[in-house]
């Protein structure tokens, strides 16, 4: 099961945990109401036939996907990858990813702007809303291998932070609002 937590402010190997001490964990049931981010457990091993995925795949539109494999044996310039991956930034499209074998972790902001950590393996499929600030990395295990899924052709133009005046982000802090008041 998907956990999370708030993170520490080490900047040390980001590959790490990072849980503040005393360690803060937020329940999956709030983390939609504190950031839009969405989570289902997804059968893995046959996620061809898997009801709930061929369901959010036809009623959000998701009409292209491919596969990623992010580990030091099959990434190109793999180090540059990750600090790539773990630069704060926003998409103007949702970030939908399906692990499918392996582990790491997204990073989100929740409204007040602190980091949580949610750890992902296999069967996770999250989805990061369009214009909330996020990244990722891989775990100490180096290894993820997970399905990702778009509406349309692929974008993928990550906007760093700040970029609080495209209208995505805007829109994102708007929902945010509606859902703490919900």
């Known amino acids: 099961m998907v956990q999370i937590w708030f993170m520490d402010n080490d900047q ?10 005393p360690a803060a964990y937020m329940e999956l049931s709030e983390l939609y109401k504190k950031t839009g981010v969405e989570y289902f457990n997804i059968n893995a091993d046959d996620y061809l036939n898997d009801k709930q995925l061929n369901e959010l795949r036809t009623s959000r539109g998701y ?4 596969e990623i494999t992010c580990s030091e044996k ?86 760093n932070r700040p970029a609080d005046d495209m209208d995505c982000r805007k829109a994102y802090l708007q929902h945010l609002g509606q859902l703490s008041k919900a």
Do not use: M
């Not at 009409?63 to 491919?66: A, G, K, L, R």
């Open 74 to 159: 099959c990434l190109p310039d793999y180090a540059n990858k990750l600090k790539t991956f773990y630069t704060e930034h926003l998409h103007t499209d949702e970030e939908i990813r399906l692990v499918l074998d392996g582990s790491g972790y997204f990073d989100v902001r929740d409204g007040d702007d602190n980091w949580l950590r949610i750890q992902v393996i296999k069967g996770d499929l999250i989805i990061i809303p369009s214009g909330i600030y996020h990244r990722f990395t891989l775990d100490t295990n180096n290894f993820i291998r997970a399905r990702r899924y778009f509406i349309g052709e692929p974008v993928w133009a990550p906007h």
């Open 12 to 21: 040390s190997d980001q590959r790490l945990e990072h849980k503040r001490s």
């Open 63 to 66: 009409t292209y996907e491919d």
